[in-house]
Structure formats: C-alpha cells, structure tokens
C-alpha cells in the first residue's frame, strides 16, 4: 500500500514538472515571437515605454540620471505614507524639474553641463503621495537615502501650470540637490554648526502642535515669521543643521532678492509688548539675535557657492526666478 503511495506522489511530481516545463517553453516561444522590446527594466520584463524612452533621451543619456517611477514600496522613507505615482502625471513633473533645474545648473554662464554631471544625482525617485512622518509633518526630502538620489513627492496631484504645485516642487528639488552639493563638495560643519546650535530641533513634534488643528499646506514650506524670528527661513530649516543650509539655498533660488531682504527686516522687528519693559527689552535682545543669525548663515551659504561651488548664488537666484516666472508663462 505504501509503495502504491510512492509511487502516485513520484507521479504527480513528475507531472507537474513536465507541465511546468511546458508552459515555460510555451512563454518563451511567444516572447521571441514578439515584435515588442521586454527588456529588463531594475530587473524586470516590463515594456520599454515611451516614458521609457523619452527619460533615457531626457535624463538617462546626457546626465546619467536613473528615473524610477514603478512602485517599490521598500524605497519610501520608514514610517512615511506614500504610494505610486499616477503615470500620466510622470513626464509633466520630470519636464518641469528639467526646465527648472537642469537647464539651470547647465546654462554655460552658471555650472554647464561638465559641471552638472560630476554632481548630479544617480537616481530620481517619484511617489504619489507626500512624505508624511509619525507626527504628520510632510517632509522635502527622504533623510535615510544617500544625497546622490533625490525623492519627488505629490505626484498624484501636480499641474505644471499651477503656481503653487511648481514652487513646492522646485522647493524640494533644490533643497535636496544643495545637500548633495554639501556632501560633494564639504563644507566647515563646525563653523555653520556655531551659528545657530542651540535651536535645533530633535523631531517635528514642536512643528506638527503649532499646525495642530489647521491644514500645513503650502505655510508650511513658505518662509515663516515664526520662524524668521528665531532665526530660520522656515519651519524645515529647525530640523538639523543640513536642513538649516538646504534650506537657506533652496529660499534664495525660489524667491526674489526683495524677498528675502523682507524676511530679514522680520526676523529684525521684534515682538511688542510695551506694557511690560522687561519683556519687551527680552523681545529686543531677540529679535537682534536673530536678525544675526540669520544674516550669518545666508552669508556663509553665499560665501560656500562662491568659493567652493564655483558659482554665484545670486546669479543663480536670478537665472532662477527669471526661468521659474517664464515657464509658468509658457504653460498658460
């Protein structure tokens, strides 16, 4: 009885064996039948696209530049809430960060195009979604990766002629390509590190009570009083010192030079409480505090893009506003 057994089960086996092997030849007759490309894409069979194609022209060839837009859930940020990216909204986003920030680092005047691809990122990965932490404060940019990939959020809901939709992006985009530049290229950590030590903060729990209740929004990334004040540009700037400086860079690139001469003249008028001298004299002392550091670092920033960059932050700014105000142009 046993050996009947056996011998049924060695059957079964080999009839599944030979049914497998059937269905792969099968498969592979098809595919050499095909007249459509199944090469591998990140070690898959899915089709070159083209999407596909257009960013090996666009990206891949010139800038050596790896586009990866199909899911992997396993590249978000741990703890963050993203999902896939909505394939028709792909190329319209990657046109914009091209016209906004490739073909500005590339203009002869400013990087060009030698300068860029010994400083280019290797990667540029897209998500549906924003980059939400455990306390619901959205992030610019994925802290746990390498500089040499960027990481772009909000796919799902951007449009290449809203305003707004194209700052936030241009915001992140330059914030974190002046992080790869820090790390490229080093900087006095110690001496940037002095300015402001003490106003760092450990999460974003401070950030997500004083948005308690109300939405985040594009407050969120715009330079704040609140934070003008205590010597920021923004409510990013407090989370570690390389935030600090991404920021202050990705501030100068994506606003006019009146811009931030007013953000200044915010963070130097200080609070009013003339009922109560001593508070006031206390609102003074800090107002000139920060109005210092906040001085101290832009200077130092100015000063790394001159000397160790090569390049004039505020010739990039202007190249910079001067393409962001022309391209919202062309897309009405």
Same mark, same amino acid.
């Given at each position: 009885?046993?050996?009947?057994?056996?011998?049924?089960?060695?059957?079964?086996?080999?009839?599944?064996? @030979? *049914?497998?092997?059937?269905?792969?030849?099968?498969?592979?007759?098809?595919?050499?039948?095909?007249?459509?490309?199944?090469?591998?894409?990140?070690?898959?069979?899915?089709?070159?696209?083209?999407?596909?194609?257009?960013?090996?022209?666009?990206?891949?060839? &010139?800038?050596?530049?790896?586009? @990866?837009?199909?899911?992997?859930?396993?590249?978000?940020?741990?703890?963050?809430?993203?999902? &896939?990216?909505?394939?028709?909204? +792909?190329?319209?986003?990657?046109?914009?960060?091209?016209?906004?920030?490739?073909?500005?680092?590339?203009?002869?005047?400013?990087?060009?195009?030698?300068?860029?691809?010994?400083?280019?990122?290797?990667?540029?990965?897209?998500?549906?979604?924003?980059?939400?932490?455990?306390?619901? +404060?959205?992030?610019?940019?994925?802290?746990?990766?390498?500089?040499?990939?960027?990481?772009?959020?909000? +796919?799902?809901?951007?449009?290449?002629?809203?305003?707004?939709?194209?700052?936030?992006?241009?915001?992140? +985009?330059?914030?974190?390509?002046?992080? *790869?530049?820090?790390?490229?290229?080093?900087?006095?950590?110690?001496?940037?590190?002095?300015?402001?030590?003490?106003?760092? *903060?450990?999460?974003?729990?401070?950030?997500?009570?004083?948005?308690?209740?109300?939405?985040?929004?594009?407050?969120?990334?715009? &330079?704040?009083?609140?934070?003008?004040?205590?010597?920021?540009?923004?409510?990013?700037?407090? *989370?570690?010192?390389?935030?600090?400086?991404?920021?202050?860079?990705?501030?100068?690139?994506?606003?006019?030079?009146?811009?931030?001469?007013?953000?200044?003249?915010?963070?130097?008028?200080?609070?009013?409480?003339?009922?109560?001298?001593?508070?006031?004299?206390?609102?003074?002392?800090?107002?000139?505090?920060?109005?210092?550091?906040?001085?101290?670092?832009?200077?130092?920033?100015?000063?790394?893009?001159k000397k160790t960059v090569k390049l004039s932050l505020n010739h990039l700014q202007i190249v910079s506003i001067k393409q962001f105000n022309k391209f919202l142009k062309e897309q009405q």
């Amino acid at each position: 009885m046993k050996k009947n057994i056996s011998k049924t089960i060695r059957y079964v086996r080999q009839g599944i064996f @030979i *049914l497998a092997t059937l269905i792969s030849i099968a498969g592979c007759s098809e595919s050499g039948l095909s007249d459509k490309s199944v090469i591998g894409i990140e070690g898959t069979t899915e089709q070159v696209t083209e999407l596909d194609q257009w960013i090996l022209e666009t990206f891949t060839s &010139p800038y050596n530049i790896e586009i @990866i837009y199909r899911w992997n859930r396993n590249e978000a940020q741990d703890g963050s809430y993203t999902y &896939p990216p909505d394939l028709t909204k +792909v190329k319209s986003i990657l046109e914009t960060i091209k016209a906004l920030w490739i073909d500005v680092y590339t203009l002869p005047e400013l990087g060009d195009a030698d300068f860029f691809i010994e400083k280019n990122p290797i990667k540029i990965y897209l998500y549906g979604g924003k980059n939400l932490d455990a306390n619901g +404060v959205e992030h610019l940019c994925n802290t746990e990766n390498t500089t040499r990939e960027m990481f772009l959020y909000n +796919v799902n809901e951007f449009n290449k002629s809203n305003k707004e939709q194209v700052y936030l992006l241009m915001r992140s +985009v330059h914030h974190q390509y002046t992080r *790869l530049l820090m790390e490229t290229l080093p900087y006095n950590r110690n001496a940037f590190l002095k300015v402001s030590r003490n106003r760092y *903060l450990e999460s974003t729990k401070l950030i997500a009570e004083i948005f308690k209740g109300r939405p985040q929004g594009i407050d969120l990334f715009e &330079p704040s009083p609140y934070a003008n004040k205590r010597g920021f540009f923004t409510f990013h700037s407090f *989370l570690s010192l390389e935030s600090d400086f991404a920021e202050i860079a990705s501030i100068k690139l994506t606003h006019s030079q009146k811009d931030i001469m007013d953000f200044l003249e915010e963070a130097k008028e200080p609070y009013q409480d003339p009922a109560n001298p001593d508070i006031q004299a206390q609102y003074d002392e800090d107002a000139r505090q920060a109005y210092k550091e906040l001085t101290e670092k832009l200077e130092f920033v100015e000063n790394y893009f001159k000397k160790t960059v090569k390049l004039s932050l505020n010739h990039l700014q202007i190249v910079s506003i001067k393409q962001f105000n022309k391209f919202l142009k062309e897309q009405q």
